[in-house]
């Protein structure tokens, strides 16, 4: 594999971990947005917000990951994408911008409209973030942001791009869920396991159907994309998907909620890892090659090294920062903390 190759493959695996570390937090914020009015929905939010305190920020250091190699590794695609795209991308980063500015102000504000305003802004963006971001995957999978092409909806709002916006909503939506319920289940709140865990089936339930949907319409308007996802190591990862959604059902089912985290983020992570490798050997079908959008050699190689440096340096920091949130040492949170939080254990109940 040439250092180029390598560069491109980190770039899927960041992109994959943002996916799975970013797409929790925007799951968090769609179940904020459904949680109802203010009494129904207080505790659930209770939660939430012990949930995400911890490591909402530190998530977002993924995405900057991606953006430094985009634009270092591959600044063709990097000009390609955001030339063609830059209204949807342009709208999920105001969304970024929102979700973060609601989700830091709503818990000070005295005053109920201000909670409310700030927790509608926290809500909304966390579902038409992940919306734009995958309508511009779906316009990169499907070879529309082309290198030359001009701004245009045509770019981002096509069939591959509408359903990969659906899909990375409701992906999120049950990565949230997930994470919740074993939030939930450490806090022993148990109406909320419940709550959670319910949420979590229905979303994964849709997300298949979004699945099998995009599938098909990937086979008459990505073909390249669908030859790489029917055949070889594409094939490969969309099995490994497959399995962790069936392993991921059996454990909510039985209420293994701890488990089914690291099934549910193998199932987002292979997925994603699936578009990147079907769409080999080009990072734009089948307009731009990895080694056509590659930058010169000697960024390539010094790009790698503060990749690995990255990895040495930074990866035990956040696999620390994770275990710690996973096991409740950042964010004590108790049933009491919960009932004062939410009005009792029956204002989480359906």
Known sequence: MTTAGVIALVLLLAVAAYACAGGTDYGAGFWDLTAGGAERGKRPRWLIDHAMAPVWEVNNVWLIFV???????????FQTVFSSMWLPLALAAVGMVLRGAGFALRKPMKRVAGRRLYGALFAVSSLLTPYFLGAAVGGVASGRAAPGTVASAHAWANPTSFFFGLLTVTATAFLGAVFL????????????????????????AVVVLLGAAAFLVVRGDAPHLWHGLTHGAGLVLVVVAVVCTVGTAVMLLRGHARWSRFTATGMVA?????????????????SLTVEEAAGAPSTLVWLLFVS?????????????LYWLDTHGELESLTESDLRQGGGGSAAGRD
């Open 270 to 286: 292979a997925a994603v890892v699936a578009w990147g490798v079907a769409q080999r050997p080009y990072l734009i079908p089948t």
């Open 67 to 77: 953006l430094v190699i985009m634009w270092t590794g591959f600044p063709v695609l």
């Open 308 to 320: 690995l440096g990255a990895v040495v340096l930074v990866g035990p920091a956040l696999v620390l």
């Open 181 to 204: 319920s074993c939030d939930a289940e450490r806090w022993d709140a148990p109406d909320l396991v419940g709550y959670f865990r319910r949420r979590a089936l229905a979303s994964l």
